[in-house]
């Protein structure tokens, strides 16, 4: 989401405690991302891999 030359200037954090405490969202029970390369960035924010990712599917238009 964040441009490359915008990187670790803390624009990622602001971005997602913006999402997290928006109150349109404070009812989800699920958040799902993916990412090539950020996983111990997510890490820090509660993300874990898939308990049961056997159950998940998806489409993948190019």
């Not at 990187?7 to 990412?35: E, M, S, Y």
Request: charged share 30%; net charge positive.
């Amino acid at each position: 989401m964040i441009d490359n030359k915008y990187r670790h200037k803390g624009l990622g954090v602001w971005f997602l405690k913006c999402i997290f405490k928006h109150p349109d969202l404070q009812n989800l029970r699920r958040w799902c991302l993916a990412t090539n390369d950020a996983h111990e960035f997510y890490k820090k924010f509660g993300f874990k891999n898939l308990i049961k990712p056997e159950i998940f599917m998806e489409i993948i238009k190019s």
